[in-house]
């Protein structure tokens, strides 16, 4: 928990308990994304009484501080992961909503020359795919 500990004082945030928990459960698993109904559930299954109004205080906070990100994907429910250096986009399953994180600097260059050919010096951008999961296509096979 230091590094969070660190980091929360750097963006001039106290160090709390609240902050300190929902950050670690947001870096956890690989490309972990989870809306604050998510981290209010995993909480209760830590034996953590925070409240869902302090999560969404808290993500707010930390989302203003650069620590966190928001993503307002198809489906208007926000998910939120942990602000990291790196550029990725994002593929979602449409039917469980399993969200997987991904980088093709073949389609990053692209983009780029999309850009530039239209005259644009690209700020930042996201892309977003849609589709079926493994485990839900096979699913969708069985019925």
Do not use: W
Request: a negative charge; charged letters at 30%; glycine letters at 8%.
């Amino acid at each position: 928990m230091t590094e969070y500990t660190t980091k929360l004082k750097e963006a001039g945030l106290k160090v709390t308990l609240p902050r300190l928990k929902i950050l670690e459960i947001l870096s956890q698993g690989e490309g972990q994304h989870a809306s604050a109904e998510d981290i209010y559930k995993i909480l209760l299954t830590h034996d953590e009484d925070i409240g869902v109004a302090t999560i969404y205080r808290v993500l707010t906070q930390c989302e203003q501080a650069g620590l966190v990100k928001r993503h307002q994907f198809e489906g208007g429910r926000a998910v939120f992961e942990i602000a990291e250096g790196d550029h990725h986009d994002h593929i979602i399953c449409v039917r469980c909503g399993l969200v997987k994180e991904f980088n093709d600097e073949v389609i990053e260059s692209r983009q780029r020359q999309v850009a530039e050919q239209a005259g644009f010096k690209m700020a930042e951008h996201n892309m977003t795919l849609y589709g079926l999961c493994k485990d839900c296509r096979q699913e969708t096979e069985k019925t």
